[in-house]
């Protein structure tokens, strides 16, 4: 009888249930590494970083290295230069912010001063109402012997005080103010005024009233014998002034 013999098994088929195991633990280690893989591929990535960094750090020196002394002189003269002028554009704007800045302030102040200015000039033209201490001078004529001499008096006599605006029975009077006899009889700036007469001054309380009591002043002057008024002087904390006088345009007189 003929020989029968086993059938024969390849290679290939009798290590293919082995290998298919091993196969799939790489797989998995492939897509789930490890904490210990990572850090090794971190640290092959920074080597290779480092690596490209230190070629093209290479390259550079080597770019330099290749240019004559002259070369890099005028390389160095160049950058020099152009530092300088940053330099300069930086002075410049500088100094251009600080003038704007200084600039504006100058006119904040110019404008502010001129307008002070204005006011203080509008007050003592008697453009402008006014308000402050100062006393209220009230003189009862029953008489009607005061003169407009004695009133112009009184009134040279506060300014002498200090007075820096006052009103005579709701007339402003000014540095051009005049005094005439009329229908009452007495007149100011061309209006008409009657008894009592109530002048109003601001300034220092004290002093206007000190300067209206002196001996042979506007107080012992109207309540002579000769004149017969009663004079009432009371100071007060605020005084307020809103008659206004209408400037007249100068005929003869230019500014120069």
Known sequence: MPETSAPETSASETSTPRQRPAAAAMLRS??????????????????????????????????????????????????????NDLREQ?????????????????????QAQANKRIQDLSILAGTAPAEGPGITITIHDEAGKVTPQLLLDGIEEMRDAGAEV???NGVRIVASSWFGNGQSPISVDGT????????????????LEEGARFRGGLVSRAQAPEVGARVVIAAAERILIQSLHTPVVPQWAEPV
């Open 30 to 83: 492939f897509l789930r590494p490890s904490k210990a893989q990572l850090v090794l591929a971190v640290v092959l990535g920074l080597v290779a970083m480092a690596t490209v960094w230190q070629f093209r750090a290479n390259r550079a020196d080597e770019s330099f290295s290749s240019l004559r002394r002259d070369e890099l002189i005028g390389l160095l003269d160049q950058l020099n230069k152009s530092n």
């Open 192 to 207: 008409a005024i009657s008894p009592p007469y109530v002048m109003k001054v601001i300034g220092d309380p004290h002093s």
């Open 166 to 168: 006052i009103e005579l």
């Open 90 to 110: 930086i002075a410049e704007q500088e100094a251009a912010k600080r003038q704007l800045q200084t600039g504006a302030d100058n006119r904040r102040v110019a």
